[in-house]
């Protein structure tokens, strides 16, 4: 079959960046496979149908490969509209805005950022809008890593998201909204770390451990609050708060 209307827009403000980005057919799917090392660059994809994919790798569904993001001061603005479609892909980049939105029922969002080199002075905000969504993300995985702003709405039942901060001074504002939600929550590593969770819904499973790092030179104490707020039956809540050197 012909390959969908892809509407996507690159702006490079500077000559800074060297990016390579194709899309191909694969049965009824558009695909987006890219390579970005430079820094300033805005980047705005739009992709609206069934199984549409933002590629770094994934084989047997198609796209194999790409989806390599390196540089800093980045902009990404990025909307999938439809069912099955997945976004994966290596990211590393500093003081970078991203804002995510996927509408939709089973589509997966899998990244991982910073791993093998920084992850500084990021905001990031997503939505997921829809049923049986798959979230995996890692922001920094032992990287240096710095002043996360990250704000997360999820409106929709039996999601699923497995979310991993590894970051100093973060603040997390997360607000769900339907049932049967299984989320597994970590922050760790950071000086100041703050959560705020606002949850309706039912019969969820919900995990959550933050951990304080090592203090900075000349901080005596440093600390992690959890502001919770559920409106929920028949659900499994477990909190974990623990200091650096506490196992």
């Not at 990404?76 to 892909?89: A, P, T, Y």
């Not at 240096?144 to 504002?173: K, P, Q, Y």
Request: with cysteine.
């Amino acid at each position: 079959e012909k390959m969908k209307t892809l509407n996507k827009l690159i702006a490079f403000p500077f000559l800074l960046c060297s990016t390579a980005i194709y899309a191909q057919a694969a049965s009824t799917d558009n695909e987006i496979l890219l390579d970005q090392s430079g820094d300033t660059l805005t980047l705005t994809v739009d992709q609206v149908g069934y199984g549409n994919k933002l590629c770094g790798t994934i084989a047997s569904g198609v796209c194999s490969g790409d989806w390599i993001f390196t540089g800093v001061t980045n902009t990404f603005d990025i909307d999938m509209i439809g069912n099955l479609n997945k976004i994966f892909g290596p990211t590393i980049t500093d003081s970078t805005d991203v804002d995510l939105l996927l509408t939709g029922d089973s589509n997966q969002f899998d990244w991982n950022v910073g791993a093998g080199g920084s992850a500084d002075s990021s905001v990031v905000d997503v939505s997921i809008l829809g049923d049986s969504n798959t979230l995996d993300l890692d922001w920094a995985a032992n990287a240096s890593s710095e002043r996360l702003d990250f704000d997360l709405v999820i409106d929709g039942d039996s999601n699923n998201w497995d979310i991993n901060i590894d970051a100093d001074d973060v603040t997390w504002n997360f607000d769900v909204l339907g049932s049967s939600n299984d989320f597994n929550l970590t922050q760790k590593d950071g000086s100041d770390q703050s959560m705020t969770i606002e949850w309706i819904g039912s019969n969820g499973d919900v995990d959550i451990m933050q951990q304080s790092g090592t203090c900075p030179t000349g901080v005596s104490s440093c600390f992690g609050v959890i502001a919770a707020e559920f409106d929920t039956e028949n659900a499994v809540v477990n909190i974990v708060q623990k200091d650096a050197g506490d196992t």
